[in-house]
């Protein structure tokens, strides 16, 4: 947790989980103008909060430097 690298794949992970929400939400409702904008952006923040507790829980599971909850191995290299 203490790692740069664990911070910088935690807020990329929120933040994807946030637009990808905000999309589906996007897509699946209404014409643009009749939205509630509110709970558009609520339901967005509630999974990337989701996101983040996934993340920060994950940290004894797997490899310590990253918010991954698989093991990250080395890939091989001319393979």
Do not use: C, I, N
Not at 24 to 39: H, N
Request: net charge positive; proline share 1%; no cysteine.
């Amino acid at each position: 947790m203490r790692s740069k690298q664990f911070w910088l794949d935690l807020f990329e992970r929120a933040a994807k989980t946030f637009a990808q929400t905000l999309l589906a939400w996007l897509v699946v409702d209404q014409a643009v103008w009749e939205m509630d904008w509110r709970q558009g952006l609520g339901l967005a923040a509630t999974a990337t909060v989701a996101s983040v507790l996934t993340s920060v829980a994950s940290l004894k599971v797997s490899t310590p430097e990253t918010a991954s909850l698989v093991y990250v191995g080395r890939h091989r290299a001319g393979e």
